[in-house]
């Protein structure tokens, strides 16, 4: 089954500077890598995806790149702000299918 | 966009007793939901696959019999934990996908948390 591996686990940042979180896959059948950032006790939500097809993609201070050859999706936000501090799980799948997250990573950004 | 709820958002209960969650998706129907387990600190973990009219699907690793599944509708979904132990305590939370297949992105739920004392 696919194996999704998630660095760093623990990312703290100074407000303003990026941050950049790595995830790598096992399954080349997948086509589907979405990013979620989930607060204490709440639900992820999800902030950015991309699909196979495409090698990057952005939303304002957000980016996702994909190398399907090296099988590795990041995740880049700029000018961090405080309220980007929480945690952010990559995940892949197939088509419709189920979703392998990462192990996540915690994000905090110092004022 | 699409809703998705569940219910309740917090249980406590004693060990040896069952706990059923519900899931519902709220504006779309849904052929196939999915229950997630995350323990504190943690990621979420696969526990099984629900479709409609259907069989749930399992990981390994994850008991079916104390686990029950329940999609017997397009926009609800329950899951059983049956004989609860403090061990099964953890945070449960459902997704779903639009039933007509228009999107890949999954739709999860507020999660639900389990005690068990």
């Known amino acids: 089954g696919e194996n999704v591996e998630q660095h760093p686990s623990t990312l703290s940042v100074q407000e303003g500077d990026s941050a950049v979180i790595k995830c790598t896959y096992s399954?080349?059948?997948?086509?589907?890598f979405p990013w979620y950032k989930q607060e204490l006790g709440k639900r992820p939500q999800l902030i950015i995806d991309i699909r196979s097809n495409v090698g990057e993609k952005k939303d304002q201070r957000i980016a996702v790149t994909l190398n399907k050859t090296a099988k590795h999706f990041s995740l880049h936000i700029t000018e961090t702000q405080p309220e980007d501090s929480a945690v952010y799980f990559c995940a892949a799948s197939v088509s419709y299918g189920k979703l392998t997250f990462g192990q996540g990573t915690i994000l905090t950004v110092h004022p | 966009g699409a809703v998705v709820s569940q219910h309740p958002s917090r249980v406590i209960c004693k060990s040896g007793t069952s706990v059923k969650i519900e899931c519902r998706s709220l504006?779309?129907?849904?052929?196939?939901m999915f229950w997630y387990r995350q323990f504190p600190k943690k990621s979420l973990m696969l526990m099984a696959t629900s479709n409609e009219g259907s069989k749930a699907t399992y990981e390994q690793g994850v008991e079916k019999d104390k686990f029950l599944i329940n999609h017997a509708s397009l926009t609800l979904s329950t899951l059983t934990v049956t004989s609860a132990h403090p061990e099964d305590s953890s945070f449960y939370i459902c997704s779903a996908f639009p039933a007509d297949g228009s999107r890949m992105e999954q739709y999860f739920g507020p999660g639900t948390r389990l005690t068990v004392t």
């Open positions: 504006d779309f129907q849904a052929t196939t």
């Open positions: 399954d080349s059948a997948s086509n589907y």
